[in-house]
């Protein structure tokens, strides 16, 4: 069976207005273009690929502002959803991107999610260590999240991980705030790279995780313990949503 993997990060309840979350959707599309070429073409979502092709946008602060402000993607006291695609590739499925920003109300619907590429060319280029880390950089900079990463279905499904709190992935990110203090030792070949200010990305393998290399789910194991003894796995306050 293939292995899908998704880019997600989330946050508790912070209420913004349609201006702040442009600002912070068009910071986020501007940052993630220049992890991949795939990244550089946007089509708003519609019923039939024939529509869909005709809603190209750019993904400017204009524009945002106005899809925010309108019925289509205003949720009220949810505050704003919105979801779009790269387009049909020939050599493999565009990819999606799932926003949902401004919420006050507990529990909040607030994330953004990257679904990645599953194959052809645009897998093999993103699915690698330095272009995750520049998608979960795009995310954390944009959207400043408590928590995220690139996490594997297939290793989610294993271990029936709970919703809402912090998923054992590929790539991990946790907030300086979640944190609370000096990020735990963890087992080679793993590292540590800080987000500028706002948190820690761990990256748990430098090759591509599988499943199907038993080294790799033993190592995710290990990990989910020692970052579980020390705290960071705790209930997020966010409402956590997945692609499917």
């Known amino acids: 069976m293939k292995e899908i993997f998704y880019a997600g990060v989330y946050w508790p309840a912070r209420q913004e207005s349609a201006e702040e979350c ?4 068009e910071t986020f599309f501007r940052l993630l273009s220049s992890a991949d070429p795939s990244y550089a073409q946007w089509f708003e979502q519609a019923n039939s690929l024939k529509k869909a092709l005709q809603l190209r946008f750019e993904p400017t602060y204009e524009t945002f502002v106005r ?14 959803s919105f979801s779009a695609w790269t387009g049909h590739k020939e050599d493999g499925r565009g990819s999606v991107v799932m926003l949902s920003c401004g919420s006050a109300v507990a529990p909040p619907p607030n994330f953004g999610l990257v679904d990645l590429p599953s194959d052809g060319p645009e897998e093999r280029r993103v699915l690698t260590v330095p272009v995750l880390t520049e998608v979960m950089r795009a995310l954390v900079l944009a959207w400043e999240p408590d ?38 030792s963890l087992p080679q070949p793993m590292r540590v790279e800080p987000v500028e200010d706002k948190g820690s990305l761990v990256i748990l393998t430098p090759e591509r995780f599988t499943v199907d290399n ?20 705790t209930e997020s306050r966010g409402d956590e949503r997945t692609l499917m």
């Open 22 to 25: 442009a600002r912070r959707a």
């Open 67 to 80: 899809f925010f402000k309108s019925k289509k993607y205003n949720e009220g006291s949810f505050g704003f």
């Open 147 to 184: 928590w995220g990463g690139v996490i594997s279905h297939a290793y989610q499904d294993m271990r029936n991980e709970p919703a809402g709190h912090p998923r054992t992935g590929w790539l991990m990110y946790f907030s300086r705030q979640r944190q609370r203090g000096e990020f735990p």
């Open 214 to 233: 038993p080294a790799h789910v033993a190592l995710a194991d290990e990990v989910r313990a020692v970052l579980d003894r020390a705290g960071l796995l």
